[in-house]
């Protein structure tokens, strides 16, 4: 079986469900964990509380929500529920609104939901199985393809469907350790330059365990094609320890929620709009690092 299949099962997943807004639509996805036993009800306003107090750095790719809130007592075990919306609604997000899918994590620990979230995101970055999965016309159907054959993590040089061909063929030449410095014209806000790489990157979301985790596995399948992974580490991280491991990275990769929470940091902050687009990542890492 595989990681995403140990933690979704067919019980919490449903198809095109009719809601009227977004609280309305976490609150469905949190209803599925809440009957599974896997939270209380207090982890599904926990929820709620995060995209209101952060706004919707949550929906982390066209059309998709990722759902969750911080480990805590309201959570039983670690599971996910799969939502598909019978109607778009709005979260607020300038770029990725509508939504249709919203997925909820309650994570028990900090690693055990890891490597299914690494296939979750291999899975959704790739259009061809996200349309798919659009036109699934059961639960059966979906969990199926989820959890056959599911891609491994870090899939190294093999380009994923939202990359194009010629960026992959184009990667960089691998860096003489230390990687080169980061450029003070890619920051978002403007920040004084890097002089020296450090080495590490810190992706960062809300609570360090759910959308910053499809920002790192996206960026390590970049830098696993471009030949850099030896080079740099990606840590996903909150925004509370973010501001404190700041000045250990050579930049911070966020949503534009996310940015405007940290501040000024002392490092150059990139706002990445698609969380599962390697393109994306690929773009940004050339302009970051002058390559």
């Known amino acids: 079986m595989s990681n995403i299949g140990r933690l ?91 939504v249709t899918l919203v997925v909820a994590l309650s994570a028990k620990d900090q690693k055990e939901h890891l490597q299914a979230m690494r296939q979750l995101a291999t899975l959704l970055a790739s259009p061809g199985t996200r349309t798919t999965l659009d036109r699934a016309a059961t639960p059966e159907e979906v969990l199926a393809l989820l959890t056959e054959d599911a891609p491994a993590s870090r899939p190294g040089a093999a380009a994923t469907g939202s990359a194009s061909s010629s960026t992959a063929e184009a990667a960089p030449a691998a860096p003489a350790e230390p990687a080169p410095a980061v450029t003070e014209a890619a920051t978002e806000p403007a920040t004084e330059p890097v002089t020296e790489s450090r080495n590490k990157i810190l992706t960062v979301c809300g609570n360090g365990l759910g959308t910053s985790l499809f920002l790192k596995n996206t960026l390590e399948q970049v830098l696993d094609r471009w030949g850099w992974s030896p080079y740099l580490t990606v840590e996903a991280t909150d925004t509370i320890s973010a501001r404190g491991k700041a000045k250990e990275a050579d930049v911070i990769l966020t949503s534009g929620e996310i940015a405007r929470a940290l501040g000024d940091v002392g490092v150059p902050v990139k706002v990445i709009e698609n969380f599962t687009s390697t393109t994306e990542l690929d773009a940004a890492m050339r302009e970051l690092y002058d390559v």
Do not use: K
Not at 43 to 62: H, L, S, W
């Open 8 to 98: 979704l099962d067919i019980e919490s997943i449903r198809l095109d469900e009719s809601v009227d807004d977004w609280r309305a639509a976490i609150t469905c996805a949190g209803g599925l964990l809440e009957r599974q036993g896997a939270i209380s009800d207090e982890y599904t306003r926990a929820m709620i509380a995060g995209v209101e107090e952060n706004g919707p750095y949550i929906v982390v790719a066209p059309g998709f929500a990722f759902a969750h809130a911080r480990p805590s007592e309201a959570v039983h075990r670690t599971a996910m529920s799969w939502v598909r919306l019978a109607h778009p609604v709005e979260f607020g997000h300038a770029s990725n609104d509508p």
